[in-house]
């Protein structure tokens, strides 16, 4: 896998336990990426000139974790890298590069299907 930036990487590959680390999140929901729903880029203005806008990819800063939880991780939703500022929506597009898929690694709990 290819990482925009060194210091990006090695917070990628940190264990979960250990924080902060960078996830890469896919949401399996159709509630939350079937709608078409486009407000967490709307509140982004910077993003308006992303190509990749996908529904089901969010990128966070956690502290360490045993398993991911959006409530009880103190997940922190980025959009930028902090080192190097690449748009992370433009360079992460394989679904590959994901650490966490919601069903496989975590679910929602509170939202119904």
Request: glycine content about 8%; hydrophobic content about 35%.
């Amino acid at each position: 896998m290819k990482f925009c930036c060194s210091d990006f990487e090695g917070h990628y590959y940190v264990e979960n336990q250990v924080g902060p680390n960078f996830r890469i999140v896919r949401f399996t929901s159709p509630v939350l990426t079937g709608r078409g729903d486009k407000s967490f880029f709307a509140h982004n203005p910077a993003l308006f000139k992303t190509k990749h806008k996908r529904n089901d990819i969010r990128f966070f800063i956690t502290m360490g974790y045993e398993r991911f939880s959006l409530l009880e991780t103190g997940a922190c939703n980025i959009a930028f890298c902090p080192y190097c500022g690449t748009n992370l929506y433009d360079f992460y597009v394989d679904d590959e590069c994901a650490n966490e898929v919601e069903g496989k690694t975590f679910d929602l709990g509170l939202i119904k299907r």
